[in-house]
């Protein structure tokens, strides 16, 4: 293997293949608009919660589609299901929907690991 001079720290590695996408996938099934986003930041730049709190759904999108869940399920109760974010998406993803489907997802895996 040849040296760069550089390396990833194992703390910045993502595994995708190691990660659990079953949430991401779960969406998509329901929500097909989902697989439209472009993460571009329109629903995090007009949403009311994320001025008010670390919320950002397009933070909430990229690891959910990375599959790193813990974090989304710490802040998925966050949303307010306004719609804000949904009229200003230029994709027209439905983010109510995902975010519905999304919260569904995390109570359902709760339940099933009790």
């Given at each position: 293997?040849?040296?760069?001079?550089?390396?990833?720290?194992k703390?910045?590695?993502?595994?995708?293949?190691?990660?659990?996408?079953?949430?991401?996938?779960?969406?998509?099934?329901?929500?097909?608009?989902?697989?439209?986003?472009?993460?571009?930041?329109c629903?995090?730049?007009?949403?009311?919660?994320?001025?008010?709190?670390?919320?950002?759904?397009?933070?909430?999108?990229?690891?959910?589609?990375?599959?790193?869940?813990?974090?989304?399920?710490?802040?998925?109760?966050?949303?307010?299901l306004?719609?804000?974010?949904?009229?200003?998406?230029?994709?027209?993803?439905?983010?109510?929907?995902?975010?519905?489907?999304?919260?569904?997802?995390?109570?359902?895996?709760?339940?099933?690991?009790?």
């Amino acid at each position: 293997m040849e040296e760069f001079g550089f390396a990833i720290l194992k703390e910045r590695h993502i595994d995708y293949d190691a990660n659990d996408k079953s949430i991401a996938e779960y969406i998509a099934e329901n929500e097909p608009t989902f697989k439209l986003c472009i993460e571009c930041g329109c629903c995090s730049a007009t949403c009311t919660t994320g001025v008010f709190t670390r919320f950002s759904l397009r933070e909430l999108n990229i690891f959910l589609k990375r599959g790193e869940n813990d974090y989304v399920g710490e802040n998925i109760r966050k949303c307010m299901l306004c719609g804000k974010c949904q009229l200003v998406c230029p994709r027209g993803v439905n983010t109510r929907n995902v975010i519905t489907l999304a919260r569904q997802a995390f109570q359902k895996t709760e339940e099933n690991a009790v």
